[in-house]
């Protein structure tokens, strides 16, 4: 509410809200709200928090799956984000936020990782190089049988800095930080201001209401947030 973003949560409307839009428990908050989700889903946003990921992902992408939810902004405070997670994110529809610092720390341990690898490749091409420059000193057979070893391991860690490079990569673009976030709940919410239109039915507009009772009983003893919800009632039945 502080930065202008109008929202739903399930613990402050009840899960029956939700869940009576497909929207199970695994989805926490929706922007604007649940009415406009029914309404044009592609200008709301379903959000989901979890503490960490782990087995937790695997359950949010089966709840999306079942409610039919086209994307979800997931958003973790877990600092071991693994890679395989961010690979699949974006086909299945589900966009990783967390903190500014701990995107930071998964894009430098990534990069760290990379540089090793880097440097074993450049250390192993020398190697090589040595060898092919050697003199008789050793027999061609054994010099043979050393170089192909060689290049054998140099092509692994070829394909392992390739695979170390698309980590790198998805954690710098495939995670969202919060306050990128929070800008995508601003235009959401801008979208809604004024397009009374698309809520024109007394069941929506008398959901909004209930709903944002619900939000008002719960914060009763924060003016400015009652103030901001009570803007959004007479937004929504002008």
Same mark, same amino acid.
């Given at each position: 509410?502080?930065?202008?973003?109008?929202? =739903?949560?399930?613990?402050?409307?009840?899960?029956?809200? $939700?869940?009576?839009?497909?929207?199970?428990?695994?989805?926490?908050?929706?922007?604007?709200?649940?009415?406009?989700?029914?309404?044009?889903?592609?200008?709301?946003?379903?959000?989901?928090? !979890?503490?960490?990921? %782990?087995?937790? *992902?695997?359950?949010?992408?089966?709840?999306?799956?079942?409610?039919?939810?086209? $994307? /979800?902004?997931?958003?973790?405070?877990?600092?071991?984000?693994?890679?395989?997670?961010?690979?699949?994110?974006?086909?299945?529809?589900?966009?990783?936020?967390?903190? !500014?610092?701990?995107?930071? /720390?998964?894009?430098?341990?990534?990069?760290?990782?990379?540089?090793?690898?880097?440097?074993? /490749?450049?250390?192993?091409?020398?190697?090589?190089?040595?060898?092919?420059?050697?003199?008789?000193?050793?027999?061609?057979?054994?010099?043979?049988?050393?170089?192909?070893?060689? %290049? =054998?391991?140099?092509?692994?860690?070829?394909?392992?800095?390739?695979?170390?490079?698309?980590?790198?990569?998805?954690?710098?673009?495939?995670?969202?930080? $919060?306050?990128?976030?929070?800008?995508?709940?601003?235009?959401?919410?801008?979208?809604?201001?004024?397009?009374?239109?698309?809520?024109?039915?007394?069941?929506?507009?008398?959901?909004?209401?209930?709903? /944002?009772?619900?939000?008002?009983?719960?914060? !009763?003893?924060?003016?400015?947030?009652?103030?901001? *919800?009570?803007? %959004?009632?007479? =937004?929504?039945?002008?």
């Amino acid at each position: 509410l502080w930065a202008g973003v109008f929202a =739903e949560c399930q613990s402050g409307i009840g899960s029956d809200v $939700f869940e009576a839009k497909n929207l199970a428990k695994q989805m926490d908050i929706v922007v604007p709200g649940v009415a406009e989700y029914g309404k044009l889903k592609k200008e709301t946003m379903v959000i989901s928090l !979890k503490t960490t990921l %782990r087995e937790r *992902y695997a359950q949010v992408v089966e709840e999306k799956e079942r409610g039919k939810v086209n $994307f /979800i902004y997931l958003c973790t405070m877990d600092k071991n984000i693994a890679p395989d997670v961010l690979e699949n994110s974006d086909t299945q529809g589900i966009q990783i936020v967390t903190t !500014k610092e701990i995107k930071k /720390i998964h894009i430098e341990n990534a990069t760290n990782d990379l540089k090793k690898i880097d440097r074993q /490749i450049e250390e192993l091409k020398e190697e090589i190089r040595i060898l092919d420059e050697q003199d008789d000193d050793i027999s061609e057979q054994d010099e043979e049988v050393d170089i192909v070893q060689l %290049r =054998e391991k140099l092509s692994d860690l070829e394909e392992e800095q390739i695979t170390r490079r698309n980590i790198v990569d998805n954690y710098s673009n495939k995670i969202m930080t $919060f306050e990128d976030m929070i800008d995508e709940c601003c235009k959401k919410t801008s979208f809604w201001s004024g397009k009374t239109e698309l809520l024109n039915g007394q069941k929506e507009k008398k959901a909004i209401g209930e709903n /944002i009772s619900k939000l008002i009983n719960k914060h !009763k003893k924060q003016p400015e947030v009652i103030e901001r *919800y009570a803007t %959004r009632i007479k =937004e929504s039945h002008h």
